[in-house]
């Protein structure tokens, strides 16, 4: 089965097992997926993430960050560009989600990364999605 749009897809998965309270989910991977769930990895999202082989095809295996509350670390995901609609925006235009104490995933010419690293480096891209 093809998906139209596979980031969707990963980020519906993701809220979808932190609405049930789920320890993780798995997701079909790919290198796009890979470098999303590490970026989650190191703003502090998830706690962990691994790549094995299920039924013969890959899976990304992500692990939920949860508090002493049960309060998981993403509050929402919003998805802002899609295959339709393409957003990009300039260095200096970076969008700060939540006051800064978010994160927008930028697809850049030097890869995909956090807006901070993005704007770090002075350098525009497509909005994937934001994360808080």
Do not use: C
Not at 47 to 71: H, M, P, T
Not at 118 to 128: D, F, H, P, Q, Y
Request: hydrophobic letters at 40%; glycine letters at 10%.
């Amino acid at each position: 089965m093809t998906l139209t749009d596979p980031i969707a897809d990963m980020l519906s998965r993701i809220m979808n097992g932190i609405r049930v309270r789920s320890e993780g989910v798995e997701i079909p991977s790919s290198k796009l997926k890979s470098r999303i769930a590490e970026i989650l990895k190191k703003e502090g999202y998830i706690s962990d993430f691994e790549e094995g082989i299920k039924i013969g095809r890959k899976v990304l295996k992500l692990r939920f960050k949860y508090n002493a509350k049960a309060k998981n670390a993403i509050n929402m995901i919003k998805r802002v560009s899609s295959p339709g609609r393409h957003i990009y925006v300039r260095g200096g235009k970076l969008p700060k989600v939540q006051s800064g104490f978010g994160t927008a995933i930028i697809t850049t010419s030097k890869g995909i990364m956090p807006d901070k690293e993005a704007r770090k480096l002075k350098i525009g891209g497509e909005v994937l999605f934001y994360v808080w």
